[in-house]
């Protein structure tokens, strides 16, 4: 049984809030079709931004201008022992998507030299961090899922 009627208008107010910000999460209007490759050198690296969309954020030097690119999950990153640092010279493919009331630059693929790490599914959905067994299988945690 719902009791929305139960909660104050306050909470009301604020369940709303959150449903509008869902309905503009990263990922949500992605298309492929649509992406590009921006290059330039690191400025900084945050593994774990304290703004939204939280996560790993890259600060872009482009030849246009400074670019804050969202980077999906920093364990990710550093599952694939890709080092990003300020003064590296990275290519990311990616796309800018609606966010809030404004647009983010999302990677899908983050590229230093020869190493490339994919962040963010074709959909536009940021990837978790998978463990592999020796063997190069993944492994799968222990217990009911």
Not at 107 to 127: D, E, H
């Amino acid at each position: 049984m719902l009791r929305w009627q139960l909660l104050p208008s306050a909470l009301l107010r604020k369940g709303q809030q959150i449903q509008q910000t869902a309905s503009h999460r990263v990922g949500a209007a992605y298309d492929i079709a649509r992406e590009s490759v921006i290059s330039g050198k690191i400025v900084q690296y945050s593994s774990a931004s304290t703004t939204q969309p939280f996560g790993a954020h890259i600060s872009l030097q482009t030849a246009s201008g400074t670019i804050d690119v969202h980077a999906g999950n920093a364990k990710v990153i550093q599952a694939r022992n890709l080092s990003l640092q300020a003064g590296d010279t990275v290519s990311i493919t990616g796309e800018t998507v609606p966010f809030g009331g404004a647009s983010v630059f999302v990677a899908r693929i983050i590229q230093k030299g020869s190493q490339s790490v994919t962040v963010r599914s074709k959909n536009g959905v940021p990837l978790l961090p998978t463990a592999v067994g020796p063997n190069g299988k993944i492994v799968s945690p222990a217990g009911a899922r």
